[in-house]
Nanobody
Framework: VQLQASGGGLVQAGASLRLSCEVS????????VAWFRQAPGKEREFVSG????????YYADSVKGRFTISRENAKNTVYLWMNSLKPEDTAVYYC???????????????????WGQGTQVTVSS
């Protein structure tokens, strides 16, 4: 399974961006895809996930209400719609996939087996 992330860029605070994660090698059915991010000097953290191919979406508290995750089965792609961006959202964003996460591990990057290459998001104030 391979994942390819794209869509990052440099924007001003308050702007919007859409990140894409294209999955190849399997379908999204039964597959959990999540976004993580890593800011300079910080550990990588969970952002949002779409549970087992669409059984539900879940978010970190820091992005809830501003970010929306969705999927497009025909393109085998998961999107992260980021609105009202803040400078603290600046990070490299990674998408990751797993067929084995359960409810208690679905935010834990250690349980995600396949990772995209990362895409830089920079939000200026």
């Amino acid at each position: 399974v391979q994942l390819q992330a794209s869509g990052g860029g440099l924007v001003q605070a308050g702007a919007s961006l859409r990140l894409s994660c294209e999955v190849s090698g399997r379908t999204l059915s039964g597959y959990t895809v999540a976004w993580f991010r890593q800011a300079p000097g910080k550990e990588r953290e969970f952002v949002s996930g779409i549970w087992r191919g669409g059984a539900g979406e879940y978010y970190a508290d820091s992005v809830k209400g501003r970010f929306t995750i969705s999927r497009e089965n025909a393109k085998n792609t998961v999107y992260l719609w980021m609105n009202s961006l803040k400078p603290e959202d600046t990070a490299v964003y990674y998408c990751a996939g797993s067929a084995r996460v359960i409810m208690t591990t679905r935010r834990n990057q250690q349980f995600f087996d396949s990772w995209g290459q990362g895409t830089q998001v920079t939000v200026s104030s």
